[in-house]
């Protein structure tokens, strides 16, 4: 049979590819911006055909409908990384989180987590019966190896990601043709204390680096300070927007890379059309899957390699939390360990965690004596290498828990330094 009668053949309406999930299915949704919201908007209309499915993803870009109240007997969310519009449902028992390294998701799905059912998004087939996942690969390339049922929403709008970004079309068993807007994300707003923290970050930057970027507002204030580099590389699980005006402006050319050079290599992608317009066959950039990209033994084979992430508090031990506010979880582990390891290993390589000095609009401290009751290590004080304010540079790595406090307490909110000051001189027994 050709790919073009299988194709034919398995194409249907999104209400009968639904009908493939079973009550107690496992099902793996497709990543932030490139998860199918056509099916999945099929697949919760039918709700009432469905007991104990398990809805297992990373971010959630779209509505998540399936978390609402209500949805418990049909659905059960098993998020691997919360978004908005997750939070509530596993802080009021409606899901569970399931902690990981990003770059180990894909092994999960061979031993604790095996799939039944792939809901996913893609081009359409090309003249060799490919269809692309876009701007997705991460994990979504090994829930479509593993799952008994792959679902594919086939969208005309999806880019055709370069890499190890494409499935034959005998892979998928449902075709359902939705060509809507892929999902976006905004540019975030970048005020004067991430305009500082930025600038704080590119000091590090030096020409030749490798570059990990994390998602929002710091990340794209660094890159507005990079202008002056030369031949900066990309090796990132992502990258959005800010990257492609560095590509633009021949700050970005990946020619000093030591893996994959004159290539930007990511696992997913998240930004605007912009964004999505420029990676659109373009050989230059390529997606591959996470297990790959995030594997800290493959990010150590780029030399100069600096992993930029933000958290949201710093004990004055070094002890980093990045995914809970005390036992609230509100995101995941995702990369950000997978790089700062990776980095470490490098040559040359650093790793840096970049945050505002305090949050709730001036009434917080992010630097504090000790992380908050329930709140969650995410690097530990071993793996913490450069901590970056608007305030300056702490650097962490190979100094003793004085040394670290002296340097952290300088980098802390002005309004904050004397009650840290004074846990500094009981912990230590000498004045700051």
């Excluded at 659905?75 to 509530?88: E, S, V």
């Excluded at 992993?307 to 710093?314: F, G, T």
């Excluded at 790089?339 to 000095?357: H, T």
């Amino acid at each position: 049979m050709s790919w073009k009668t299988y194709y034919e053949q398995h194409t249907m309406s999104a209400q009968e590819a639904v009908k493939q999930i079973r009550s107690g299915d496992r099902v793996v949704v497709g990543h932030a911006c490139g998860e199918p919201g056509h099916v999945i908007d099929a697949m919760v209309a039918n709700a009432q055909a469905y007991a104990n499915v398990e809805i297992v993803h990373l971010v959630a870009m779209g509505k998540a409908a399936y978390c609402a109240p209500g949805m418990e007997r049909h659905f059960r969310h098993n998020a691997l990384f919360l978004g908005g519009p997750t939070r509530d449902a596993i802080a009021q028992g409606r899901g569970d989180f399931t902690p990981s390294f990003f770059f180990e998701i894909p092994g999960l799905f061979s031993s604790t987590l095996p799939v039944d059912v792939a809901l996913i998004q893609v081009t359409p087939p090309d003249e060799n019966g490919q269809c692309s996942l876009g701007i997705s690969v991460d994990y979504t390339y090994e829930a479509v190896m593993k799952a008994r049922t792959v679902i594919a929403q086939v969208n005309r709008n999806m880019p055709f990601t370069c890499g190890q970004s494409t499935v034959p079309v005998e892979k998928i068993s449902c075709f359902v043709p939705c060509d809507e807007p892929i999902l976006e994300l905004a540019p975030p707003k970048i005020g004067p204390v991430e305009e500082a923290i930025g600038k704080n970050v590119a000091s590090l930057v030096r020409d030749g680096d490798t570059l990990q970027l994390g998602i929002g507002a710091i990340p794209d204030a660094v890159l507005r300070f990079l202008g002056d580099k030369k031949d900066l590389g990309i090796h990132s699980e992502m990258f959005s927007d800010g990257v492609v005006d560095l590509i633009e402006a021949g700050v970005v050319t990946n020619r000093a890379k030591t893996l994959h050079p004159g290539k930007s290599v990511v696992a997913f992608l998240m930004g605007t059309k912009r964004l999505y317009d420029y990676v659109d066959h373009n050989s230059d950039v390529e997606l591959r899957p996470v297990d790959y990209v995030n594997h800290p033994a493959v990010i150590a084979r780029n030399d100069n390699m600096v992993s930029i992430n933000s958290c949201v508090q710093v004990d004055l031990m070094g002890q980093v939390c990045s995914e809970s506010v005390g036992y609230k979880q509100i995101s995941g582990t995702g990369g950000q360990v997978d790089f700062i390891r990776g980095a470490a290993m490098s040559k040359g390589g650093r790793s840096i965690l970049a945050f505002p000095s305090t949050a709730a609009k001036g009434t917080i401290s992010k630097i504090v004596p000790i992380l908050d009751e329930g709140a969650v290590v995410t690097t530990s004080r071993n793996d913490v290498d450069y901590i970056v304010t608007e305030y300056g540079v702490a650097h962490l790595k190979g100094y003793t828990l004085r040394q670290r406090a002296r340097a952290l307490i300088q980098v802390a909110h002005p309004d904050f330094r004397p009650a840290l000051q004074e846990e500094f001189t009981r912990r230590f027994h000498e004045a700051y």
